[in-house]
Each structure stands twice: as C-alpha cells, then as structure tokens.
C-alpha cells in the first residue's frame, strides 16, 4: 500500500458512503470531505446524517450531500429510484463505500430466527448488491472509480455464533472477488475491507465485556480507507485489505 501523502488527494471525487451516519463510515466520509471529496452521504437517520453534514461545512471543503435509503425496507425498485436522484446530481461516481451494515445477535446457527437471518441478510448482502447493481453505470461513467465493501474476518474463517453475519460477511467477499474479475479491463477497481475490532457501537455490542480503550478507533484504520478511494490505487482490484494487518480476531487484549 502507497501511503504517500501528496497521492491522497480526492480533489474531483465524488465519493458515496452507506452507513455514513455513525462509527467506521461517519469517520470515512470526514476523511474523504478532509482530502477535498465531494461526499454523498446515505443511511436511515437523517438527524445524525445532518450532523455529519454539518461537520463537514466546517472544514470549507464541497458540501456534502444527504441521500435518505432504509436498508431494511428498500427493495431493488427503491435502489433504482435512489441511483437515479444520485445520477441527477452526480452523473459520475469516484467511490462508492459500502459500509452500513448490521451484527444481529450471536446465537447458534440452530436458534436463529427466520426474520432475524433475513434481516441481517437483507441489509448485509441483498440491499448491498442492489445498489451496487444500481450504480455500476455511474462507477463506470467515471475515467478511474473504486468500489470498496466491507467485510470482516469471521467473513473469512467461520466462527460459532457469528452465524447470519458471518455468512453475510463470507458473501460479500464473493461478490467483491465476481464483480473485481468481470471489471477486471475496465476503469473500476473492487476491493473488500477487514476493519478488524474497531471502537464503535456495532463492536459494543458483540463484545460487551471487552475493554473497549484496547481498540482502534475509526480515526486509526482510516488509511486503508482513504488509500482505497485515491488514485494511489489504481490498478489494485479483487483484493480484501486488512484495515489493521497482523490483528487477532476476537477480544481485545
Ligand atoms: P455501527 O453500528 O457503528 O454503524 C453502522 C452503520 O450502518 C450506521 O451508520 C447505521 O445507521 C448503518 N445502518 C444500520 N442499519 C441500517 C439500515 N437499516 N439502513 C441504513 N443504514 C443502516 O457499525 P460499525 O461502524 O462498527 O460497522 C461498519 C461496518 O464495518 C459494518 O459493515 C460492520 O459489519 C463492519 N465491521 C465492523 C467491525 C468493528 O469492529 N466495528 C469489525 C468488522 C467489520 P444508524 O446510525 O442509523 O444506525
């Protein structure tokens, strides 16, 4: 990974962030507005996606810009209709973070409930596959774009309890490694990111009893972030980065 400052920049970026209203893409969204992104911020909470917002008029940077989508209700017509308000204001996209996600509860694989499997499922994978779909046209509209998702490492190794989540999570490095090789000749670039435990709500509640000072904050793994959405990498594609390299998955110690 080039991690040269004077590459950084994402002056002429437009960049969408899903899950943008707090922990990891919050963080992510400032992080692009601060290199000169234009950043389209998408999630459910428009109170929280305002104070985001409003943090970014703060640097005097492109003002950011609120798109409203309810991953637990969208379907693949309302994903449609979101791509198209997006096209209207910005006919070509530089970066899209797929981010919003949620956990569900840790249970055996045995006791989870139908709705909560496809709760998880719907937001994780299917609502992250329709929007992509969605706004391919857009990536492809761009001379260089990058399109990142998030992943996990119980996407990686199963772990007990972790079941609709990490099966989510196990799906979208498939659908980063399918969509990275039929784009593999064109100007997009595919790419998962691994956070690893990072200081956030979603980490609360997956691990309670953790001391939580131990973790990253969102602020520490954002150089893979940002390195992601710069043209520093270019020609990088199918690839799933680890946020924190070297990290032990489980609870902090
Ligand atoms: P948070 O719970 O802090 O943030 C999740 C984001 O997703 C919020 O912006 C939330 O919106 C949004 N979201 C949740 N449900 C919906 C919905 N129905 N519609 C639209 N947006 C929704 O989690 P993290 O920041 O920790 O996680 C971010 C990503 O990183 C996730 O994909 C997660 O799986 C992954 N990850 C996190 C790790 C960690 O240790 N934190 C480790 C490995 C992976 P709202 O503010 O409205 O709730």
């Known amino acids: 990974m080039n991690n040269q400052s004077d590459n950084l920049s994402l002056k002429n970026h437009t ?14 969204a400032l992080t692009y507005a601060r290199q000169g992104a234009r950043v389209l911020l998408t999630g459910r909470n428009l109170q929280k996606l305002e104070d985001v917002r409003r943090q ?4 005097g940077q492109s003002p950011a810009e609120i ?23 910005a006919p070509q996209l530089e970066g899209v973070l797929h981010n919003a996600g949620i956990l569900g509860t840790i249970q055996p694989m045995a006791d989870i409930p139908e709705q909560e499997w496809q709760q998880v499922m719907k937001i994780n994978l299917e609502v992250t596959f329709f929007l992509t779909r969605a706004l391919l046209p857009l990536l492809l509209n761009a001379p260089a774009a990058s399109l990142a998702f998030t992943s996990s490492s ?10 609709s989540y990490a099966v989510s999570k196990f799906a979208t490095e498939g659908m980063m490694q399918v969509l990275a090789a039929e784009y593999q000749h064109s100007n997009l670039r595919v790419n998962c990111i691994n956070p690893g435990g990072t200081r956030t709500s979603m980490r609360a509640s997956a691990f309670p009893e953790e001391n939580a000072a131990l973790l990253k904050t969102p602020a520490d793994i954002m150089p893979v972030y940002l390195y992601l959405m710069t043209d520093a990498s270019r020609g990088q594609t199918g690839i799933s980065f680890d946020a924190q390299p ?8």
């Open 154 to 163: 119980v996407g990686r190794e199963g772990r007990a309890g972790w079941g």
């Open 56 to 59: 970014i008029a703060a640097f």
């Open 15 to 28: 960049i969408l962030v899903t899950g943008a209203s707090d922990g990891i893409g919050r963080e992510a």
């Open 67 to 89: 798109f409203l989508l309810d991953f637990a209700t969208a379907d693949a017509a309302q994903c449609r209709e979101f791509a198209d308000r997006i096209a209207r204001t």
């Open 246 to 253: 070297g990290r032990k998955a489980g609870p902090a110690e």
